[in-house]
């Protein structure tokens, strides 16, 4: 029988509508599901007692647009334990022909499928496999999913490649393929090259489905490098920053370099714009209306938000050009050799037209400034100590922050001949509209970090 018939579209359907709300990837937690329809349906396998589906389907909901997600499954008959925690459906709860169903991107020999498909090029059904030019994918890598639940799942290939299939999709070029494809070809070397993407005709538009790309192996990302840093300063109670034996503002200033590198290979291979300032301002001033709205917090900072971004409004045009649009400590990778700049499929909340559109590389520089705060006060409001204890863990953060801050605007000059804080109003203003965002994120999911990014308005709108 073939995987439709064990397992009809309609109990499908039925059985994701459960599932999926769920799972890390799912965007749309809170959202009242409404229907969920098959876009694409393409049979990887089908063996007595295994198979495995490509699939791809269109969730509707009552109060926010549709959304279409990618989900491989697999189906067996007997389920080994490795994969029990995977399940969809068990036997018991399915059907008649007593069939496990499970998210197929977690069984190696659903990943060796992918893997061999890759080698050969060879596409399956109505998905197409496309290799860059040059780009060899060697035969008979073995596929192991990545631990951590994200909003994509990674699959490293033989430890040389790693596939992202993208769970969320959008109609279109995915940014995260077409921004380090045009950077590979301008010689930027502060990225992982891409091999390869899958993509598919998906309502009528040719869709970025997944990619593949070089494994950075040996690599730490900047995030938990940074975490380390802060914590050893920490525990060190009698030294400065610049002597604790992780000090972190070396790295800073080659991440600052690296970012710098990217910004100006993006402006290389994809061309350079100026958009009015007045513009970019408008969009600030429009997220700073809708947080204010769900978050009564901010209410008491509003109208001084607003001055600065009416600074902002008035300072002409400004240069422009596509940029990372999400970057943080997180998007970062330490290899032995250098710097690794991630992710580039921008803000997942912003539509595929907005995270294409050309702004001002001063987004990039405001999001790692405002990560490094982060870092700094992460460990610092884990702790529980009294308050004279918490007032000088606070002071000590701070002193990092700053440190790493100018670190790296100082390795962005370096590299860049432009230092981010001679643009002060639209360094600030950025910096502001990434704090707002962070406030309402905080609000929604955690409401005990709120006041970070509110102490962090108040330091940018009265330094």
């Not at 009809?8 to 965007?27: I, S």
């Not at 069939?99 to 190696?108: A, E, S, T």
């Not at 035969?139 to 999913?145: K, T």
């Not at 598919?200 to 380390?228: C, K, P, Y």
Request: glycine share 8%; hydrophobic share 40%; net charge negative.
């Amino acid at each position: 029988m073939t995987n439709t018939e064990l397992y009809p579209d309609e109990r499908l359907v039925e059985d994701l509508r459960e599932w999926m709300p769920h799972q890390r990837w799912f965007a749309a937690k809170g959202h009242i599901i409404t229907g969920i329809s098959v876009v694409l349906r393409h049979p990887l396998v089908e063996e007595p007692g295994f198979g495995a589906d490509h699939l791809l389907v269109k969730v509707s909901f009552e109060s926010t647009a549709d959304q279409i997600y990618q989900v491989p499954l697999g189906f067996r008959s007997h389920l080994p334990e490795e994969l029990q925690s995977w399940s969809v459906v068990g036997p018991d709860d399915s059907h008649d022909h007593g069939l496990h169903v499970y998210d197929g991107l977690r069984d190696q020999e659903i990943l060796d499928r992918y893997s061999r498909s890759l080698a050969s090029g060879t596409p399956a059904g109505p998905v197409d496999l496309h290799n860059v030019p040059g780009s060899v994918i060697e035969p008979g890598l073995r596929g192991r999913a990545l631990s951590a639940e994200q909003s994509n799942t990674s699959v490293v290939l033989g430890e040389k490649l790693l596939l992202k299939m993208f769970r969320r999709v959008t109609l279109g070029i995915n940014p995260d393929v077409e921004l380090p494809l045009a950077l590979g070809e301008d010689g930027c070397r502060s990225i992982a090259p891409i091999r390869a993407w899958i993509d598919a005709e998906v309502d009528g538009v040719r869709t970025t489905l997944a990619m593949v790309q070089d494994f950075a192996a040996n690599s730490a990302d900047g995030w938990s490098m940074a975490l380390g840093s802060v914590r050893d300063l920490l525990i060190e109670g009698d030294l400065r920053a610049d002597e604790v034996g992780t000090d972190f503002a070396g790295e800073s200033h080659r991440i600052g370099a690296a970012v710098a590198d990217v910004h100006a290979h993006l402006g290389s291979a994809l061309g350079t714009d100026e958009r009015a300032a007045s513009e970019l301002a408008e969009g600030m001033l429009h997220r700073l209306e809708g947080a204010t709205a769900e978050v009564p917090e901010l209410a008491d900072l509003t109208e001084a938000i607003r001055a600065r971004f009416e600074e902002v409004a008035a300072l002409g045009q400004v240069p422009v050009h596509r940029i990372h649009g999400d970057l943080h400590l997180g998007q970062v990778l330490r290899t032995p050799e250098r710097w690794l700049l991630i992710d580039f499929e921008g803000e997942p909340a912003k539509s595929l037209e907005e995270r294409r559109k050309p702004d001002s590389p001063f987004r990039d520089v405001a999001g790692m400034l405002r990560s490094f705060d982060y870092a700094a006060h992460h460990s610092v409001r884990e702790s529980e100590q009294g308050a004279a204890v918490e007032s000088q863990r606070e002071f000590r953060a701070r002193e990092w922050a700053e440190r790493n801050c100018a670190a790296f605007c100082d390795g962005y000059a370096a590299a860049s001949g432009t230092d981010p804080r001679d643009a002060d109003v639209l360094l600030r203003g950025y910096e502001l509209d990434k704090a707002v965002y962070e406030v309402v994120y905080e609000a929604r999911h955690r409401p005990s970090w709120l006041h970070l990014p509110l102490e962090a308005i108040r330091r940018l709108t009265t330094g």
